[in-house]
């Protein structure tokens, strides 16, 4: 279709001089119909295209990798270049193009994204997304894919959106830095929006990109959310797909193609225990760009022991949940509360506190895990905060024995070496304050072995027998 357009055009500014000009350049055509078309581009559209237009030279530097560790060695040796290396795709999971036009017009979808969550309440979640029609990405040569190339979700509707351009186009909008492409699925999450900004900081390391120098377009049309600043923060700033669509196409020098959420190499599925390529260096980033001083190696204070108890509240995050209930919540939260202050309210040597982390800036969250010693709260997205406790501290996750096989922050626990334990009743139903003392007393017998701590119901004191304190790999997997 495109080729048609510009050969006619070619055609019709011929014919208006000379006949024979345009038998010749028919028979010239039969000859070498490739070269023509080739040439006939670069000089139309030198005089007639205008403003942006743009003429490639698709010679550039090779790119140098970052091969170091797991899983960036795997990446490096699974790469498969297409089109004079317009594309590589990596492990068969996410590909970077160069000098590639994006039509904005074939992604196709009911919503722009941005919108305010109070403006779009229980609208379908597959409003959420564009659907990438052919055309949408053009690259300057034949792209052929290889047949046994299967890539999940959206990468492999815009592996086959891609057609040819030739040497010259128009476009209106140059874009030459460095721009990863992201689709989120659960974006006000702050489980899943980890994965996923871990997934696009790995991606910068890998290609050797200053994450603050690297462009964030979503490619997803979801509302506002309240987690979109981690994405301005830890990279030079983020854009929607559907804010650009006044632009029909748009030229980017390289443009990376995240793979989706579920495949980060830090998401449950990939039950990982070990830390992964430049995990440490993804969370000391997010603390530096949130200005939270850290050190992580830190020893435990005994002396002045930090409890925290994460507490919950209901909150509109979600347009498919617009009452904002949560469904874990401790049900006599206040009376946990209550008695764990009594308890620990006379123990100069602990300081217990809790909040509620929705009110509170990202900063302000971050600040205040990153000072704890024992972190304790629900199974839900808001464990994400083992990331940020320093080694050899304990998270304890108040569970129910439908919950428990849940082992999201175990795995994250246990990368960040951080010891985790479930604590839930006998019974399994959720934790009583009894429940959760003693989760804690046993806890503080392993980290503070010499320590004493009041018991819930009298102010007696009790002296903690310490248990064989175990190494950090094996008191992850403790439940
Ligand atoms: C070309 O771009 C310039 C600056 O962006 C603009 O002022 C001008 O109107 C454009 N011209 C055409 C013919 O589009
Ligand atoms: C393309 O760029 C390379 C290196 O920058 C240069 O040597 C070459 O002449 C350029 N080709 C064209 C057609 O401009
Ligand atoms: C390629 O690398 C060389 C040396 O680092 C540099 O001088 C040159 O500008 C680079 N070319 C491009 C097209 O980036
Ligand atoms: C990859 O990153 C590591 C850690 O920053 C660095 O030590 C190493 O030199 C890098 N490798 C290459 C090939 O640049
Ligand atoms: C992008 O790079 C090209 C070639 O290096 C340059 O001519 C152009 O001005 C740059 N555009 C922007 C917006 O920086
Ligand atoms: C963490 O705990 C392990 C085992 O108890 C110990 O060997 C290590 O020194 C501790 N690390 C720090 C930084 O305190
Ligand atoms: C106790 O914790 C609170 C909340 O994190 C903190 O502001 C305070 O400084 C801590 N007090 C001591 C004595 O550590
Ligand atoms: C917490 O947030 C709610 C709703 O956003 C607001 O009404 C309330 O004033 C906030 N409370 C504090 C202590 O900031
Ligand atoms: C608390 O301790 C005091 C003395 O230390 C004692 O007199 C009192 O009976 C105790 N109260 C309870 C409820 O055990
Ligand atoms: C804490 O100490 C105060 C006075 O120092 C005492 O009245 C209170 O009973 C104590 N509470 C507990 C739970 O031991
Ligand atoms: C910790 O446990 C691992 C796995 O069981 C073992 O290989 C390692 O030697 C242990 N380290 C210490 C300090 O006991
Ligand atoms: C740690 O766990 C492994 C298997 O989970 C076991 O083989 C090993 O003996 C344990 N080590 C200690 C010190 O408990």
Known sequence: MFIKRYYSKLFRRRSRRSILLKLILITFCFGAFIQINYNAFYLLSQDNYGNLTLC????RNKTILNCSGDPLKQWCKNEINLCHSSISIYNKIFFVTHSVILQTKFAQGKRLGGEDIQTV???????????????????PCDI????????????????????????????????????????????????????????????????????????ILFVDAHPKGNLDIFWSKLFHS???????????????QELIWSQPQLNSEIDLQRDRRQAPSFFFDFRDHILKQF???????????????????????????????????????????????NDLNKVFANNSKINFTYNYYENLTMEEQL?????????IGMHGAGLTHVLFLKTNRTLIELTTAQWQSQIHYELWASMNHVHHHFCSSKDGS??????????????????CPSMTVNSLHSNQTIKLTPTVSKNISNSTIHR
């Open 238 to 252: 983020y854009t929607r797909l559907g804010q650009l669509k006044k632009y029909p196409t748009i030229f980017y």
């Open 56 to 59: 490639t030279n698709t010679t």
């Open 430 to 447: 959720a934790a009583s304050a009894q429940t959760i003392l003693n989760c804690i007393n046993l806890k503080i017998s392993q980290m």
């Open 367 to 375: 600040k205040i895990t990153t000072q704890k010693d024992i972190f």
């Open 144 to 215: 052929s894919i290889p047949k046994d190339l299967s890539l999940a979700n959206h990468l492999s509707s815009v592996l086959s959106s891609i057609t040819p351009y030739r040497t010259c186009m128009d476009v209106h909008l140059r874009i030459n830095e460095t721009t990863i492409a992201v689709n989120r699925q659960d974006y006000v999450n702050i489980y899943h929006t980890m994965t996923d900004l871990y997934t696009v900081y790995l991606l910068c390391r890998f290609f050797q990109r200053d994450p603050k120098s690297v462009r």
């Open 121 to 139: 309440l229980n609208q379908a979640e597959k409003d959420e997304y564009f659907q990438f029609n052919k055309e949408f990405l053009k690259l």
């Open 291 to 337: 200005n939270v001083p850290f050190e992580y190696k830190k020893p435990i204070d005994c002396n002045s022991l930090q409890i925290f108890l994460l507490c919950r509240r209901n909150y509109v995050a979600h347009p498919r949940n617009p009452t904002g209930k949560i469904t874990r919540q401790l049900q006599n939260e206040k009376q946990i509360i």
